[in-house]
């Protein structure tokens, strides 16, 4: 709410920066993955609090990541991120619809990734569009800040329920992903081949984390951004004809934040056989090859 300070990692998505909007709070963003720019920023609004002791007795302090960030496949660096969550008495939340059902031994995210215990995260939130393959969305958390979100949430307030049709086939999706752990064991060794492959055509940059099953490829070196948004339309179509189905990845600009850099998104699933994955890598690199 209004008072309250929000330090946020400047590639969030485009839904929780108009969240961030919405609480009308001071919002301090912090640059990609870089705890180190976070910390100055800590230090600043620590000096603030010392200054005005009164106001900052009142004053709620937030911090805001993904576990996964879809504009880059970057995993966020959690433990350091946990270290000044205690150090600075912030609360933490974690958006998690790309890492949710594809990080952890069992799924359950960056937190099961990194083997953070579960009490260093206030408020863990996901989409149940990814993963599950549902629609809708849940939190995660103590007892006492899901019942706060559930009632003022404004999901809660201004839109309908999930239907139970909906929660059956996500619990349903879930149970299955918890009785059945070849899946992710499947999924993490399709994005380590992917991600190696990727990585051997020299005409594109490729972005992201091995473990990640979010992909960006950027073209490599210094063009102009709408040459690169030329080419790699040239190169989505030409693998197209060529079998292969890749999207450009779109942003709602100017209400992002950020300008974000031309990039194909490629999200890989458990479902890609070897082949699949061979071949749609060996049809990205002779189009780049001959585009690029």
């Not at 909007?21 to 910390?39: G, I």
């Not at 206030?122 to 393959?133: K, R, Y």
Request: net charge negative; with cysteine.
């Amino acid at each position: 709410k209004q008072g309250d300070i929000i330090f946020v990692d400047e590639e969030v998505c485009c839904a929780v920066q108009m969240g961030l909007k919405a609480s009308r709070s001071t919002v301090r963003y912090f640059h990609h993955n870089d705890t180190e720019d976070l910390e100055r920023l800590l230090l600043e609004q620590q000096e603030r609090d010392q200054a005005d002791p009164r106001k900052a007795s009142v004053t709620r302090r937030f911090l805001i990541v993904e576990g996964v960030y879809a504009s880059t496949g970057d995993l966020c660096p959690l433990p350091k991120l946990v270290e000044l969550r205690a150090r600075f008495q912030l609360r933490l939340f974690i958006e998690e619809s790309c890492s949710f059902g594809v990080l952890g031994k069992t799924g359950r995210g960056v937190r099961e990734h990194f083997n953070v215990p579960s009490k260093e995260i206030d408020l863990m939130c996901a989409t149940l569009e990814n993963a599950i393959g549902s629609f809708g969305g849940f939190c995660c958390g103590t007892s006492f800040v899901v019942d706060h979100q559930r009632l003022s949430g404004l999901g809660y307030c201004f839109s309908a329920s999930l239907p139970p049709l909906q929660a059956s086939v996500s619990m349903w999706a879930i149970d299955h992903l918890t009785n059945h752990p070849e899946i992710l064991v499947t999924l993490r060794r399709n994005c380590l081949l992917m991600h190696e492959k990727l990585k051997g055509v020299p005409q594109l940059r490729l972005g992201g984390d091995d473990v990640s099953a979010i992909k960006h490829l950027y073209v490599a070196g210094e063009r102009p951004r709408d040459v690169c948004d030329r080419l790699l339309d040239q190169l989505v179509q030409k693998a197209w004809e060529e079998g292969v189905v890749l999207t450009r990845s779109r942003y709602l600009e100017p209400p992002e934040h950020l300008t974000r850099e031309p990039s194909i998104r490629i999200a890989v699933c458990a479902a890609l056989t070897e082949q699949d994955i061979d071949h749609a890598c060996s049809v990205i690199g002779q189009a780049a090859q001959a585009i690029l």
